[in-house]
């Protein structure tokens, strides 16, 4: 029996870990990118990434009000996901 990759509690081949891993629940972004990080990231290394995410923010200070942030944390987030940074939106 196959189970659908897009059924809660199905597996993926995790393109960070490389372990056959549970996938996300639900997509963290919206559109192209949601889709890419729910099928190809597992829920622990997208878990990873949630407590990483915040060390980034501070680091490099990054101010939401400018718009450039959120594409800084989206190739840091591809950078540590080990996610092509050239397909980022």
Same mark, same amino acid.
């Given at each position: 029996?196959?189970?659908? /990759?897009?059924? %809660? &509690?199905?597996?993926?081949?995790?393109?960070?870990?490389?372990?056959? @891993?549970?996938?996300? #629940?639900? /997509?963290?972004? %919206? &559109?192209?990118?949601?889709?890419?990080?729910?099928?190809?990231?597992? @829920?622990?290394?997208? #878990?990873?990434?949630?407590?990483?995410?915040?060390?980034?923010?501070?680091?490099?200070?990054?101010?939401?009000?400018?718009?450039? #942030?959120?594409?800084?944390?989206?190739?840091?987030?591809?950078?540590?996901?080990?996610?092509?940074?050239?397909?980022?939106?």
């Amino acid at each position: 029996m196959t189970t659908n /990759a897009n059924e %809660p &509690g199905a597996t993926i081949q995790c393109a960070r870990c490389g372990r056959q @891993a549970p996938r996300q #629940a639900t /997509a963290a972004y %919206p &559109g192209k990118l949601g889709e890419e990080l729910i099928s190809r990231i597992c @829920a622990d290394c997208w #878990a990873e990434w949630q407590q990483m995410e915040v060390i980034v923010i501070n680091e490099l200070q990054l101010n939401f009000m400018d718009p450039r #942030a959120q594409d800084v944390l989206v190739q840091q987030m591809r950078e540590f996901l080990g996610l092509d940074p050239a397909a980022a939106e």
